[in-house]
């Protein structure tokens, strides 16, 4: 009896495992790499330190996916950076412009940063996104 009870609960936690697919379009050439960055907290948004789970990814197109898989159901929000020069960072001019391709999920229109509420989607199945880079 104790093992079908456990069988149970690790087959509810799988069902509720989900992958997710970013698609990330628009990259403009092959130097560098892509910084995709996943939250699932709207506290430090943005900040690689705070993000829930990240990743590099080499170029070899104008488009890279990568995909997170089994991930809690949940609230997630993404952004990507195409770090040119590979120095870890999203560079910034002197106003604080990115000099470097960036992107969130949803692709919102917004002047200046965007909000975790702009770019969240929920995570309950399988799931794809675009980001287009804007550089």
């Not at 087959?11 to 698609?23: E, F, G, H, I």
């Not at 950076?81 to 470097?100: T, W």
Request: glycine share 10%.
């Amino acid at each position: 009896m104790k093992y079908i009870g456990l069988a149970l609960l690790a087959a509810s936690v799988l069902v509720q495992a989900a992958d997710l697919t970013v698609s990330v379009n628009g990259i403009k050439d092959t130097k560098g790499t892509i910084a995709i960055g996943l939250f699932n907290k709207r506290k430090g948004f943005l900040k690689d330190a705070q993000r829930y789970k990240g990743v590099r990814h080499r170029i070899h197109g104008h488009t890279v996916r990568y995909t997170f898989a089994s991930l809690p159901a949940g609230t997630y929000a993404v952004s990507i950076y195409h770090d040119h020069n590979n120095n870890g960072a999203l560079d910034r001019n002197f106003l604080g412009i990115p000099k470097e391709g960036y992107g969130v999920s949803n692709n919102p229109r917004v002047f200046g940063k965007p909000t975790f509420d702009q770019c969240k989607f929920p995570l309950k199945k399988n799931k794809n996104i675009s980001i287009q880079v804007r550089y």
